[in-house]
């Protein structure tokens, strides 16, 4: 990435889809700040507020401000291809 900034992982612990996105980006080595929105109030709200009031979980936020929620995983690889 030519930017300092990191891709932004919004989401729970106990949430799959989570967790499956985390293992996309840790086997493709693209590196992404985690924030878990059960401890982040503010992040919480971020995310209600992007989804139009739903707790949808992975929301993930890309340096250029375009945002995919529950990928799945050939939609995610599709859009990470730019960050290798």
Not at 21 to 43: C, G, H, S
């Amino acid at each position: 990435m030519d930017s300092m900034e990191k891709i932004k992982i919004y989401g729970t612990t106990w949430c799959p889809d989570c967790f499956r996105a985390k293992q996309v980006f840790d086997r493709l080595k693209i590196p992404y700040t985690w924030i878990n929105i059960e401890t982040d109030v503010q992040a919480l709200d971020y995310v209600l507020r992007v989804n139009h009031g739903m707790q949808s979980v992975p929301t993930i936020v890309f340096p250029d401000g375009s945002i995919l929620v529950g990928p799945g995983n050939k939609e995610l690889e599709k859009k990470l291809a730019g960050f290798r």
